[in-house]
């Protein structure tokens, strides 16, 4: 039996009106694209090369006490001096893994850009006698020879600003709360409140190993340690954070300063959008030049 040949249905064509119509609706959706404002930053990536990369020589090393682990390397600017002081404390999560090294960085940056630099090495997690309170100690040893006329005749004391990178920035905003000497304290990403960071087990819980256990264990030791807990009057406290910081969440550095405005203390937050937890430190990084600008502004 023979079936009669299907015919194709015949299509028809769209009316020239709106033919323009859909034409003119697709050209919108591609300039649209294309001229889209950008974003208000641009995301860095947070990096640890930092980390890994071999720093400019020290000028000289200097020793505040007899563990191998108490010395400072010094950097210094071009000129005779008296030079305005960075005393930098190095992170790590207070652990012996990470050393001064790394930091030597950020430190050879401000001394050629003028500041003195003290980069502070200490007992950590790990080292005999390092851990609450010997790694604060170590702190304060090196802190007071910079003070004393035994550290040389190169550094102003009277514009000298305290300052430190995670741990670093923690053992920073303590030597503020401790020593009335301490005028001037900038913390980047700094591990600003122990029984916060105990309660997020930062670093596979860095901060317990620190202080020798928990708040239910040694509660006197984050009554003493954590810079939340203490009152910082005496100084003007500059806390940088990057938004994007997974090592040690923003939310830290911000809740700090609203307790610390709250309580009438000097304190400034500088927020940065899109921002890691290593480029804060790196001279290379594109948000350097606000972390210089914030050195030179607690220094002039």
């Known amino acids: 039996m023979n079936f009669p040949r299907r015919q194709k249905p015949k299509k028809t064509p769209l009316p020239p009106l709106l033919r323009v119509v859909l034409l003119v609706?697709?050209?919108?959706?591609?300039?649209?694209?294309?001229?889209?404002?950008?974003?208000?930053?641009?995301?860095?990536?947070?990096?640890?090369?930092?980390?890994?990369?071999?720093?400019?020589?020290?000028?000289?090393?200097?020793?505040?006490?007899p563990d191998p682990n108490q010395f400072v390397d010094v950097r210094l600017p071009a000129g005779a001096g008296p030079h305005p002081v960075v005393f930098f404390i190095h992170g790590g999560y207070w652990r012996a893994k990470y050393d001064l090294e790394h930091a030597g960085h950020l430190c050879a940056a401000l001394a050629r850009a003028g500041i003195a630099t003290w980069n502070v090495e200490y007992r950590r997690v790990g080292n005999p006698g390092g851990g609450w309170p010997g790694t604060f100690e170590d702190v304060r040893g090196a802190w007071r020879l910079l003070n004393s006329a035994e550290s040389g005749h190169e550094f102003d004391r009277r514009r000298i600003c305290a300052a430190g990178h995670s741990a670093g920035g923690h053992l920073a905003l303590c030597l503020a709360a401790f020593e009335e000497s301490v005028s001037r304290v900038l913390s980047l990403a700094g591990v600003l409140d122990?029984?916060?960071?105990?309660?997020?087990?930062?670093?596979?819980?860095?901060?317990?190993?620190?202080?020798?256990?928990?708040?239910?264990?040694?509660?006197?030791?984050?009554r003493?340690?954590?810079?939340?807990?203490?009152?910082?009057?005496?100084?003007?406290?500059?806390?940088?954070?990057?938004?994007?910081?997974?090592?040690?969440?923003?939310?830290?550095?911000?809740?700090?300063?609203?307790?610390?405005?709250?309580?009438?203390?000097?304190?400034?937050?500088?927020?940065?959008?899109?921002?890691?937890?290593?480029?804060?430190?790196?001279?290379?990084?594109?948000?350097?030049?606000r972390i210089e600008a914030e050195f030179r502004a607690l220094l002039h």
């Not at 995301?43 to 640890?48: D, I, K, M, Q």
């Not at 930062?202 to 509660?219: H, I, R």
Request: no cysteine; hydrophobic share 40%.
């Open 25 to 65: 609706a697709a050209m919108r959706a591609v300039l649209k694209v294309l001229v889209a404002p950008m974003p208000l930053y641009t995301p860095h990536v947070s990096t640890e090369s930092v980390l890994t990369s071999k720093p400019p020589a020290a000028d000289r090393r200097l020793t505040y006490g």
């Open 194 to 222: 122990l029984l916060r960071a105990w309660e997020l087990h930062l670093s596979n819980d860095a901060a317990s190993e620190f202080l020798g256990g928990s708040p239910e264990q040694v509660p006197g030791h984050y």
């Open 224 to 289: 003493e340690a954590s810079p939340a807990a203490k009152a910082i009057p005496n100084a003007v406290q500059k806390i940088v954070h990057g938004t994007a910081d997974e090592s040690v969440p923003w939310e830290i550095g911000r809740n700090y300063i609203e307790a610390k405005t709250k309580a009438g203390e000097r304190a400034e937050f500088i927020s940065l959008p899109g921002t890691g937890h290593f480029e804060i430190i790196d001279p290379e990084s594109e948000v350097w030049p």
